[in-house]
Each structure stands twice: as structure tokens, then as C-alpha cells.
């Protein structure tokens, strides 16, 4: 009998506990905010319900839309300004916004697909978009096989794409942006005539009633699509509204010169609550303040491909044993972002221009050097200086550079139409909102 009792009281509060708990997931439900990809299923302004012949679409969303091979850079703060050797740089703090960086450097596979669609539907925009392969031209250098093979041989499919300019990145920046953005369009078009067959009022099915109402014994044709076309001009009127709501690429580009130190930073992990970076790295890669790994599969190792010293290149034989001073670009290990070879291999194209004193001058808030604000180009003598509005900054070591070019703070420019076997190039994406 008292096993009975206690058996009665356990369901009881068994009972008790679930509704309890089924009550709360009740009110926590009734009480969700509104999100992009969970607006809601009525307007908070109007309290109109979505997507009803009458109301507004709301099309599905499940994210900001970055294409493959991107790495995402939660944005923060950093110290620009006074990195490793450079002691004489004033350092300044600024905060960069979240956005998408490539993984690896463009490659040549990448850029051949570029030049493959030119080629058929665009000729004259191919022929400016060939790399300059002369770039690997020396009179007194054995260069020739990359002249006609680096670009075009399969053995080279991953390695980083060279002899590009400036204006050349930016145009493929603009090319990818339309490629990918078609692609998103084709399935942007399908939501949306999925969206507004489940929100279309059936006007068959009202006519036919109608008729029917009208004179029961009529003949209707039930089958006719006459009264219906989901595809006529005013359907794509309304979708051509609608896609400014879709995920569409933001647009790529050259990332910042900002964006660029920021990321090869890599500062995970090293802020405390206070928002007070603790440690400065000096390279993109470890511990940030040394050539070699000091633990792991890679201990006593160098991080990145760069002049070792006067005349060494490679280093010792079977530390690469890839036939190009280039390597390939999952070669060597990625800093804590993801992101290979952001101190080696190849420099890389940002988008500003080149000042001196671009640190000093910039906003301290997504700074960028556009243009000659504060800094005129009327200022250099064109006789006795390179800088003027058509230099542009570009970042990191390449496989011909010694170890200092590999800090982070240290900057070069060159004119945006010139090209060198040492300068390639990734693209960045803005964020969107929420991540």
C-alpha cells in the first residue's frame, strides 16, 4: 500500500514537472525576437501577415550568401603600426567589421576558368585579362619553361596565379561577382515561384465556381491554363522587386589593406574581456613571433615559403620538392583564420593606394586609402618619386622575398597596370548582419 502511495505521488510530480517545463518552452517560444532568417510570419509595423496575395513576400532566408572557398573574419580590433623591425611607424589603434577573405590566394586553375568564359563570350575583355607570362623572363636566369608552362601545365592547377596587375584582380573580382550572383539568381527564381504558388489564389478554381453558380449546367473546361500564367510580364515585374530580399553576393573585391593586416593577425583568442589585445604577432602564423614552429608536426620548420637567405631559396634538398620557386598553396600550414599563405609564396594586391602616411591619416574606423585625401598627388614631384594615384599597395612575402617582408605591418606598392612573377592576389566579401 505504501508502494502504491509512492508510486501515485512520483507520477504526480513527474506530471506536474512536465507541464511546468512545457509551460515555460511555451512563453520562451511566444517570446522569440525576429531575426532575417525568422522574421516572423506577420509585418511588426502593420501586423499584415506575410506572403498573401495581398501582403508582402518574404522570401526564405537562411544566411548571407559568400561562394566557396571563403574563411570568415570576425571583425574587431587591432594595433597598426610599429610591427617587428618597423620601430619608427606610429601605431594606431583601429577596429575593422566583420567580413570574408579567401582561403588561398587565386590559383591558376581559377584564372583559367576565368579566361575559358571571356574567351567565349567576351574576346576583347580576354585579351586584356592575360597574364603577362614574360614576367618570368631573366637574362641571366634559367626561367623559360614557366614562361610557357606555369600558367597552362596541370602540375601548376594549384599554385598561386601570377604576372596579374591590379586593374586585372579587379576586374576578375567584378567577373566573379556576376558569375556567382547568376548562378544564385537561377535559384532565387525558383523560391520565388515556388512562394507564389503556395500564395497565389486559385483563380481556376474561383472561375469554375463561379460558372458553375451561374449555370450548373454549363460546360467547363477544367483543364485550361488560360486563366493562369504564372509566368507572364506582371509575375516578372513583381520578382524583379523581390530580388533586392535575396542573398545575392555582396560584391568581391580586393580586401583593405586594413582588412588584410587584420586577417593575417589571426587574433583569436587573445583579447580579454576588456577588448585589450594581450599579444602582438609579428608573422601570420604560430605563435607569431618566429620563422619555425615551435611544437608539432611542424616543429623546427619554416612556416612559409620565402628567401631563406643570400642565394637559398628552397632550402635544404626535400624540404620542397615542387619544380617552381611557387609551392602549392595547401603547402604550408594556415594561420588560426584558415588562411594559407598570408606570408609567403606570393605578395598579394590590396585595394588602397599607396601613402606614406596612411596609418596617421586613415579613420580609425574600416580605414582605406581611395584616393589623395590629405595627401595630394600634385604634392610629388613625378622626377624624383614612384607615388602618385595609380600606386597600390600590396602585402606580405613572396617566394623571392627574405623573412622581414613576412611581418604583417611591412607595406610595398607598385603601379596597378604593372605585374611581376611575386604578386598575386586574393578577394575579400563584406558581412552582412548577423553571421
Known amino acids: ?53 495581398e501582403g508582402f513576400e518574404v522570401l526564405p532566408y537562411s544566411g548571407q550568401e559568400v561562394g566557396p572557398g571563403m574563411r570568415y573574419v570576425a571583425g574587431g580590433s587591432m594595433i597598426i603600426g610599429g610591427y617587428g623591425d618597423d620601430i619608427n611607424s606610429v601605431k594606431r589603434e583601429i577596429t575593422v567589421t566583420s567580413f570574408y577573405l579567401k582561403a588561398t590566394p587565386v590559383t591558376n586553375i581559377e584564372w583559367q576558368e576565368y579566361l575559358d568564359d571571356l574567351q567565349k563570350n567576351d574576346p576583347d575583355k580576354y585579351k586584356a585579362a592575360v597574364p603577362d607570362d614574360s614576367v618570368w623572363k631573366r637574362d641571366l636566369g634559367y626561367n623559360d619553361s614557366y614562361i610557357n608552362n606555369y600558367r597552362k601545365h596541370a602540375s601548376f592547377r594549384q599554385y598561386p596565379v601570377v604576372g596579374v596587375s591590379w586593374s586585372q584582380a579587379v576586374e576578375f573580382c567584378d567577373w566573379l561577382t556576376k558569375q556567382v550572383n547568376d548562378e544564385l539568381a537561377k535559384k532565387s527564381s525558383k523560391k520565388r515561384k515556388t512562394n507564389s504558388k503556395s500564395t497565389q489564389p486559385n483563380k481556376k478554381r474561383k472561375k469554375t465556381e463561379a460558372s458553375t453558380q451561374a449555370d450548373p449546367d454549363a460546360d467547363v473546361d477544367t483543364d485550361s491554363t488560360a486563366d493562369v500564367d504564372p509566368d507572364d510580364d506582371a509575375d516578372d515585374d513583381a520578382d524583379d522587386d523581390a530580388i533586392s530580399q535575396d542573398s545575392f553576393i555582396a560584391g568581391y573585391r580586393l580586401p583593405t589593406e586594413a582588412e588584410w593586416d587584420y586577417a593575417a593577425m589571426s587574433m583569436v583568442g587573445t583579447q580579454d574581456p576588456d577588448f585589450v589585445q594581450s599579444t602582438q604577432r609579428v608573422y601570420p602564423w604560430g605563435d607569431g613571433l618566429s620563422l619555425r614552429a615551435n611544437e608539432g608536426p611542424w616543429e623546427g620548420k619554416y612556416l612559409a615559403n620565402f628567401k631563406r637567405s643570400k642565394g637559398s631559396y628552397k632550402g635544404v634538398p626535400g624540404e620542397s620538392s615542387c619544380g617552381a620557386p611557387t609551392t602549392y598553396v595547401y603547402q604550408y600550414p594556415p594561420n588560426d583564420l584558415g588562411l594559407y599563405d598570408m606570408g609567403g609564396n606570393v605578395s598579394e594586391w590590396v585595394y588602397d593606394i599607396y601613402r606614406p602616411l596612411s596609418y596617421e591619416v586613415s579613420e580609425d574606423f574600416n580605414p582605406v586609402r581611395r584616393d589623395d585625401t590629405l595627401d595630394p598627388e600634385s604634392d610629388y614631384d613625378p622626377t624624383h618619386s614612384l607615388i602618385n594615384n595609380k600606386a597600390r599597395v600590396y602585402k606580405g612575402a613572396s617566394w623571392k622575398d627574405c623573412a622581414y617582408w613576412a611581418q604583417i605591418g611591412t607595406r610595398r606598392y607598385l603601379d596597378q597596370d604593372a605585374c611581376t612573377a611575386t604578386i598575386g592576389f586574393r578577394y575579400a566579401i563584406t558581412s552582412m548582419g548577423e553571421k
Open 1 to 53: 500500500m505504501q508502494y502504491l502511495y509512492h508510486f501515485k505521488y512520483t507520477k504526480n510530480v513527474l506530471s506536474l514537472t512536465f507541464i511546468l517545463i512545457c509551460s515555460c518552452l511555451t512563453v520562451a517560444c511566444s517570446d522569440s525576437k525576429p531575426t532575417s532568417s525568422n522574421p516572423g510570419k506577420k509585418s511588426t509595423i502593420t501586423g499584415k501577415p506575410f506572403n498573401t496575395p
